[in-house]
């Protein structure tokens, strides 16, 4: 079944489907990104032009500074606690942070009040992280999950994800005569290689399907659920309804749930077939904000419209600090700030994929940007 050009990882997961059957789309997607050993996010540092992909904070200082100013007011407007939790999901190298910390540290009474907490899985990037806030001297604290880390009394939270649902195993289901059938992993009869599969069709509408989708479904219409992303927004929900407190998720994905196949790889800047390379390509799916809201406000939170990145950035005066930055720069440097900008906000660029959910707890004034309710 395996092949001598098989990756330790890809001979590891065809001897588990060998051994046990076709797994789901999250399993492989496990195996790929989180393998203790040959994991993509466990081994190697995937950022920046070198790596598969750049993420916003990689792009320009300004997303973590705007970013760091809306965590700034979000705590002022609680009325400037004497402590608060700053808890970033997924953090990377720790740029975003870094730039975040750079551009608050002089509000009076906020560094005194930080803690930092990164939930972060990668001991490769936990060591970035480290590297990238040492100089501002808050104190920091790593966890493997949100769960992980302690409530404090009267200590509320603020909470930062860019990029890190995403990442999260999803799992597909795709709808057929009867019922629905699962996506699966498997292998080709003839080839031995990786490829789809479909489950047993159930002729039961799977319980993670909306009841407002079910009645609208197509033959062939893939639906995708992502059970850790909905398992994360609940307890940051309760989180911030228990302590007070906002949460900023940005990431590329649709303001309401939608039938669709967004599962992909990326590598080398390029899209590249999902089940080639698991744990030499990032995996990512796009994520269903409205599921996250929906979660988040079952669990009792507020949510905002969801916005898109363009939009936020705008309401943060993104335009303003780049002027500002042009100011002291040269020509070279001047054409960056101006390729920056329009990469962060313009609509065929980032500006309109990317979306923005802001959350709070149910007795803290609305965050920054927090326009229209939804919820
Ligand atoms: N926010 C960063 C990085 C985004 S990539 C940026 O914008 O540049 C996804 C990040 O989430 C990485 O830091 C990865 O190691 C982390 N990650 C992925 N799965 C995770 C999980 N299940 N728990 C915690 N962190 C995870």
Not at 119 to 134: D, G, K
Not at 155 to 184: H, M, S, Y
Not at 213 to 219: D, H, P, Q, S
């Amino acid at each position: 079944m395996s092949s001598a050009t098989d990756s330790p990882l890809l001979a590891h997961i065809k001897r588990r489907i060998n051994v046990s059957g076709p797994i789901t789309i999250a399993d492989f997607m496990t195996e790929a990104l989180a393998h203790p050993e040959h994991g993509y996010y466990r081994k190697q540092d995937p950022f920046g032009r070198a790596g598969d992909f750049i993420t916003a904070p990689e792009v320009s200082q300004m997303f973590g500074e705007l970013i760091g100013l809306w965590a700034a007011v979000t705590w002022q407007q609680m009325g400037s606690p004497p402590k608060i939790d700053l808890i970033e999901l997924g953090p990377g190298r720790g740029t975003l942070m870094s730039d975040a910390l750079r551009a608050v540290r002089n509000v009076p009474g906020i560094g005194d009040a930080l803690t930092v907490r990164f939930v972060e899985t990668s001991p490769v990037l936990r060591t970035h992280q480290q590297t990238s806030i040492m100089a501002y001297g808050i104190p920091a604290t790593w966890h493997e999950t949100f769960d992980d880390i302690p409530t404090r009394a009267n200590v509320p939270a603020i909470v930062i994800g860019n990029e890190f649902f995403d990442a999260l195993p999803i799992r597909q289901f795709e709808r057929g005569e009867k019922g629905w059938a699962e996506r699966l992993v498997g292998l080709d009869a003839k080839t031995g290689e990786l490829g789809f599969v479909r489950g047993a069709e159930t002729p039961i509408t799977d319980a993670l399907i909306p009841v407002t989708m079910r009645g609208a479904a197509k033959k062939g219409d893939i639906f995708e659920s992502c059970a850790p992303a909905i398992a994360i927004a609940d307890q940051i929900a309760r989180r911030l309804n228990e302590t007070g407190g906002g949460a900023l998720f940005i990431d590329y994905g649709h303001p309401g749930s939608a039938f669709g196949d967004t599962f992909q790889a990326l590598k080398g800047h390029e899209y590249h077939p999902v089940l080639s390379d698991p744990g030499d390509a990032d995996l990512t799916a796009h994520v269903d904000f409205a599921a996250i809201g929906r979660a988040m406000n079952e669990a009792g939170a507020r949510t905002g419209a969801v916005l898109t990145q363009g939009t936020f950035l705008r309401m943060l005066g993104i335009e303003q600090r780049a002027e500002h930055l042009k100011t002291s720069a040269d020509d070279t440097q001047k054409t960056a700030i101006d390729q920056a900008l329009s990469r962060l906000i313009d609509a065929d660029q980032m500006g309109t994929l990317f979306k923005v959910l802001i959350a709070y707890g149910r007795d803290t004034t609305p965050p920054p940007c927090v326009s229209g309710v939804a919820g």
